[in-house]
Structure formats: C-alpha cells, structure tokens
C-alpha cells in the first residue's frame, strides 16, 4: 500500500511559530480534510508537502514511485496554449520517456546487438504508456474538461482568455488527468457552479489515491472525507469520521474547555486581586512575588477561533404584505444569447428561495433585475407592498470607500442605536483586534467582500437578495449567517454554489441550465439527486457505450438515497477494517520478533503462548480480510450499478 508520512514539520514566522512537529501518515484510501482557523497554516502546510515552502525542519517519506499533486487556492499561472493542451500537461511526466523512446528509434535502425537491446527498451516503454492511458489521453482529458463544465469549443480557446474562476478549473483539470497517488488540495470547489460540484464529487469518489482537502464547503467535506486533521496553535489533532462528526466531538471538548478557562479566569483574578492589596506590604512580599511567577508560568486554556460560536441578527423586518415579489413573463438576451424567455414566478412573504445552476445561466442577471441594478428586459418585475430590498452583489466591495478605516466604514452604515454592537459584529465578521482600524485600501479581496456583506445586513429590510455571500466566509461564519437568516422575519432570494447553504435556508429551488429554469419545491434531496442522474446520463452519451441488454429501470429517488446511504456507510466499514488489520498485522510482526528471540524460543511454556497469541491474530486477520473482500465487491458492484 502506497503511503504518504510527514513527519517533525516545523516553520516561524518571526516569533509565531506556525507549524510546530506536525505529522501525520496518508494511505492511498485516505480521506482526509484540514480543518483551523484562517491564517492557522492549513494552506502554508500543503505548500510544504508539494515542495514550493521550505520549512525550518521536515521529515517526509513517500512510497518509491509514488506521485504527489497540488492544487493551490490561488496564484495559478496558465501557459500560453489552448484549454485542451494545458490540461495535456497533466501528461507531461512522460516528456522525458518519449525523448527516450526517440533516441531508441534512431538505435534501432543500426543493427547488431545494440539495435536489439534499443527495440527491447523500446517495448518496454510503449508498455509503460499503454498501462499509464497515455495513449488514451484524449478520452481521459476531453472528459475531465467537460465534467468542470468547459464545452468542446472551450478547449481550442486560448487557457489565458478565461476568468480567473476558470483557469483555476482548468488548473484542477490538469492535476486530475495527472492520476497521482496523492491529491492534496486547497479549497478546490471555490469557482465551481452546483454541476462541477456534483461531477467533481463523483469523480473523486472513483479515484483509488489519497486525498488530503482544505474546504469551507461543509456538504463537500461530509461527503468527501473520513477524518479531519484540526490545525491549532501549530499542533495537528486527528478526528475520526467527516466534517459534522468532528465538530460534534469538537463540541463536547469545547464545552469543557470552555469551563477549564473560567475556572481559570477566576483564579487569575483572585490572584491579581491578591497581588494589588499585599504588593506593598513587607509582610507579604514573598508571597506577592510568588503568585506574580504563578502567573507568568499560567498557559492560558484558549478556544480554537475557528469553532468559536459566532452569532449575528438581522434588524427587524419592516412589515409587507403577503406577495413580497411578483415576476410575469420576463425575458432577457444579450445580442443573439438569450437569458430568460418568458419566466414567471411569485415569492412569498417569508420564503427563502435559492438561485443555483451552472455558471453563465443569468443567475446573478436575474438577481440584479430583481434588484432594480438591471432594467434592460422585457416582462415585468413587481415588488410586493411595503418591499424594503437590500442587495448584496459580488462586486459590492467596489462601493466601499478606501480612505475609511473599517470601523468606520462599518459604523457610517449603522442606525445610531446600533453603533455600540458593530465591533460585536465586526468580529462575528473575522475582523477581529486591531483588524477594525485597517484601512479599506489594504484588504484583500475577501475582507472588502466581508465588510460589504455586513454593510448590506445592518440595513433593515424584509427582501433580502443575496448573490454567493458565503464565498468569503468560513465553516463557522456560514454558520452563523445560516442562524440568522433562519431567524429573519423577512424574505430572501439568494445566488449560491454552496449545497449545505442551500439545504439548510432554501424553501424552494429556481435551477437554471441549458434546458431552461425549473423550481424544485424545499426537498433539496430531491433536487441532488435530479443533479445526479443528469450527470449519469450526461456520462452516458459522452462515452456513448454501446450494450445489447436491456436498459434498467430507474431507481426511485428514495432507492438511490439508500443505496448511496448503503455504499457510504460500507466504506466506512472498510476504511475500519484495514485500519484494524494493518494494526493486527503490526503487532503480528512484533510477536514474530519476539519468537526470533533466544531467550524466548528456548522457553518452552513463553513460546508456545506466544505462537499461540500469533495464531490467534492471524485468525482475526483472515477473518477480517474476507469481510473485507465481501465489503469491496458489493461497493464495486454498487458503483457499476
């Protein structure tokens, strides 16, 4: 089995120590996620195992011959070639065996004993590119390219002429049509649209290597992964189980962690408070200095930021009457490209309704329409009685003013009444300390999306439109928005990618593709799997299999949901069982040690209970092996079905 092992990695910024001896081992069935606060190094710890960081001290061992790809969350630079032939790169491991391979045909055609040696070399490399799908590349590489959603005239366009969201695609595309033994990646479904997601998921369900993620898609985490590798104050804690596990277990600790720091805090205070009445009496002096040491060793029980319960409110939704948004026969084209064609629908006071589908279908245009940004239609747009609207758009941090610190910014926003509670919510926000008086002009792009997304909510409103707000938000962030649109009195429309956004608020679902807009009412099950077997008949008519049996009946939405519910919970139970037995088989390797020893193969009754104890392993082993086999064959027969 191939395996991935990091070991003593160590890296300062300065005084910060960002990564402090973290290790920890990947097979090739890992399924791992990366779990910390921003800033905690989750991205900086992936640079350092793909090689592009070099930390203060390291120790990393891979299987010979064993490949390791990286995807990074930014920085993405594209060649100067088509679509098609920058993913091609994910081939290009095999440059230097087709150099070989040119030479050896020059050496064949020279006779004698080297030619033979040459024709020999030879075959041995076109075997190598036959078993690696070199020579079905196009096959391979045509279909992760559609599956990211590029079309077939995508491919001949210049990779360079693409946004930025798509060249990181094409970037994914690239390390996916690499096929290596370990994918780590950063943040991989940031530009997907919801039909990327879902062919993405099912892909790297089928891919036989590790996985090590960094997401704050917590649907794509709980689905993806079977344990999480939390990265606190430099230290990296393993979690059994996928993303909602860990923060369950995660939540009892902080629940006595949480105790640990007041009982703490209360003794901090009776010793400071101990200190201030006797620091100036000569009687009481040893004592004083004693406590002042005390407190100087005290190592402080602080809560991981990233699970800190963040909680925010809307202002009260002013009232409206029962129809909050009436939209009749709308169209909308640009130039020959048509949007919309006659689309109707009415919101109701209090529904949330979700926008999703693939990028380019007019989600955010109809969102801006709604909003009053963009009137270049046809049909009509009505808002309903006493509608206040708000609107967060993706752009919004371009009307921020640069000159404002961020506080100030925040509060020009803010009623009167509210102003003392914005440093309150600033920090729900991530802006946290002394981030509140950092100009607009100095953040990042994520921060100015942040601050214009606060901005937006402190307005009171009872029509909320918001277009992708979780994008720069992180797990617990999005938690917290969740809660408080959930508490909202009034309606919102909202634009996300994000499925456990979705799931959690959406009461009803406007899908947008190609085949036109369809409203899926609140079953978001449902609607996935409506996704899913597009994306299987989708599979179907691009491989254009050809088969004589009859075709099988549809499974029931119900049925598929337990059959994936059923090949889930297998792999877990095979993830268990290798586990177990690569542990059976450790301590079955110390007993064969043990029974090599002199000292015990010439003790009579100690080497016959330690043959005995061997005998029993290797028992378990077998027992354990075969309920793997079964487990293997009904997944893969569950796969192909």
């Not at 004993?113 to 075997?127: F, K």
Request: aromatic share 8%; net charge negative.
């Amino acid at each position: 089995m191939r395996t991935l092992q990091v070991q003593d990695i160590s890296l300062s910024f300065g005084d910060r120590e960002l990564l402090k001896d973290v290790g920890f081992t990947l097979s090739e069935k890992s399924r791992a996620a990366l779990a910390g606060a921003n800033g905690s190094g989750k991205s900086t710890l992936l640079k350092i195992i793909a090689g592009d960081i070099k930390p203060d001290s390291m120790s990393i061992s891979l299987t010979r011959t064993a490949r390791v790809s990286y995807l990074p969350q930014s920085d993405i630079v594209m060649p100067e070639s088509t679509v098609y032939h920058a993913a091609e790169e994910g081939f290009s491991r095999f440059d230097p065996l087709l150099e070989e391979m040119r030479r050896l045909e020059e050496r064949t055609s020279e006779g004698g004993r080297e030619a033979m040696n040459a024709a020999e070399r030879l075959s041995e490399c076109h075997e190598i590119l036959t078993d690696s799908g070199y020579y079905d590349r196009k096959q391979r590489i045509e279909s992760i390219l559609f599956g990211l959603g590029f079309t077939r005239p995508d491919l001949e366009r210049s990779a360079r002429t693409f946004s930025g969201g798509y060249q990181m695609r094409i970037a994914l595309a690239r390390i996916l049509v690499e096929n290596p033994d370990f994918l780590l990646l950063d943040e991989p479904t940031n530009y997907l649209d919801i039909e990327a997601m879902v062919w993405l998921e099912e892909y790297l369900r089928s891919f036989d290597g590790g996985l090590l993620l960094v997401s704050h898609d917590q649907g794509f985490l709980d689905d993806m992964v079977t344990e999480v590798y939390e990265l606190f104050n430099g230290r990296l804690t393993r979690y059994a189980g996928n993303y909602t596990e860990y923060t369950k277990r995660r939540e009892e600790e902080l629940k006595e962690l949480e105790k640990r720091a007041r009982r703490q805090q209360e003794e901090i205070e009776k010793t400071e408070e101990f200190i201030e009445r006797f620091r100036y009496k000569a009687t009481k002096s040893r004592q004083v200095q004693s406590r002042i040491k005390a407190l100087e060793k005290i190592e402080l029980v602080e809560i991981p930021p990233h699970l800190r319960k963040l909680s925010f409110s809307f202002p009260p939704a002013p009232h409206s009457g029962n129809d909050a948004l009436t939209v009749e026969h709308l169209s909308k084209s640009y130039g020959d490209n048509k949007i919309y064609s006659d689309l109707s629908f009415l919101v109701r006071k209090g529904e949330r309704l979700a926008i999703t589908g693939r990028n380019g279908a007019g989600k955010s245009t109809l969102l801006r329409m709604i909003a009053g940004v963009d009137k270049d239609y046809s049909g009509t747009i009505r808002d309903g009685a006493g509608i206040k609207k708000a609107y967060f758009a993706q752009d919004t941090e371009n009307t921020l003013d640069p000159s404002l610190s961020v506080l100030e910014e925040a509060e020009g926003n803010a009623d009167t009444k509210d102003i003392p509670g914005v440093r309150n919510l600033l920090g729900a926000f991530l802006f946290s300390d002394d981030d509140v008086f950092k100009k607009v002009s100095v953040l990042s792009g994520g921060e100015k999306s942040r601050l214009a997304l606060l901005k937006i909510l402190l307005h009171p409103s009872n029509l909320l439109l918001l277009d992708e707000p979780t994008n720069h938000l992180d797990i617990n962030a999005k938690e917290m928005l969740e809660n408080a649109i959930k508490a909202y009195g009034g309606t919102v429309i909202f634009v996300s990618h994000d499925r456990h956004f979705i799931k959690s608020l959406a009461t009803r679902i406007l899908y947008l593709s190609e085949d036109g807009p369809e409203f899926f009412n609140g079953d978001y099950d449902y609607f996935e799997w409506k996704l899913e077997e597009k994306e299987a008949r989708f599979k179907v008519e691009k491989t254009k299999k050809v088969t004589d049996d009859k075709p099988k009946a549809s499974l029931s939405h119900d049925e598929s949901k337990q059959r994936r519910n059923r090949l889930k919970n297998l792999e877990r139970e095979s993830e268990k069982l290798m586990a177990e037995i690569e542990e059976l088989t450790r301590k079955k390797d110390e007993l064969d040690g043990e029974i090599a020893k002199p000292e015990n193969y010439s003790d009579a009754r100690k080497i016959s209970a330690l043959i005995a104890e061997k005998e029993a392993i290797e028992k378990e082993i077998g027992e354990k092996e075969e309920r793997w086999m079964e487990i293997s064959e009904e997944i893969e027969d569950g796969k192909d079905s």
